[in-house]
């Protein structure tokens, strides 16, 4: 039993690039989350999933889409990456109101 | 808008010293959620606590204990005879009751460093 799984753990980007983050769990929960963590400012949710096939926004969403095609699995990409994006992006799940979070991916946009 | 303010950005303590971490929160709900997350400086977050709004009984774990108090908007995080593996980053966050899930509104946190 992984818990929830991010790949990839370390990424590296120019200005402009585009990635996709996969998040996984195995826990057969319904809801999903993706935050991003900056330095004294917490976390701050970016999207979210209630389930399959539907996300909803959160906090801070621009310049980040999400897609939700299989219950287990939450995409977070970036179309065109830009410095600000540089952050740790954690992605969680949830059966209820505990939220499971991933490890983690570390992000640089130069 | 809901906000949760951790007002001590870092506090150190000498093991087996009690420390208190703070967090106030703002919400206009009448029933939300409380939670506490430890992230170690390994990075991950892990899960402490749940408290709802309509349970204010004190809730103690091990060295652990909470204290809820709707009066005064605070839910405040004690740990007792505190250990050089209690450093971390602790979070307080606070979700509203809607449907099944949690939107999670974090404080920025306070990183506790215990020296042996």
């Known amino acids: 039993n992984a818990g929830v799984t991010q790949t990839p753990k370390f990424r590296v980007l120019k200005t402009g690039q585009s990635m996709t983050l996969l998040c996984a769990q195995d826990m057969n929960h319904e809801y999903m989350y993706w935050y991003r963590q900056d330095p004294g400012m917490g976390l701050r949710l970016i999207h979210y999933?209630?389930?399959?096939?539907?996300?909803a926004k959160g906090e801070v969403p621009d310049g980040y889409n999400v897609s939700r095609l299989k219950k287990q699995n939450f995409l977070l990409g970036l179309e065109s990456a830009a410095p600000s994006q540089t952050s740790v992006y954690f992605c969680?799940?949830?059966?209820?109101?505990?939220?499971?979070f991933g490890p983690g991916t570390r992000l640089t946009v130069t | 808008a809901q906000k949760v303010t951790q007002a001590q950005t870092e506090i150190s303590v000498v093991e087996k010293e009690d420390v208190t971490l703070d967090c106030v929160y703002e919400t206009r709900d009448t029933t939300y959620y409380l939670f506490w997350y430890k992230q170690p400086p390994s990075g991950e977050l892990v899960f402490l606590i749940r408290r709802n709004s309509f349970d204010e009984q004190n809730e103690i774990s091990g060295r652990y204990s909470w204290n809820f108090q709707k009066s005064t908007s605070s839910f405040n995080f004690t740990i007792t005879a505190s250990q050089v593996v209690d450093s971390a980053v602790y979070f307080c966050a606070l979700s509203e009751a809607v449907g099944g899930y949690s939107t999670l509104t974090f404080g920025k946190g306070t990183m506790l460093l215990v020296s042996p």
């Open positions: 969680a799940s949830s059966r209820l109101r505990e939220q499971y």
């Open positions: 999933s209630v389930g399959e096939g539907t996300t």
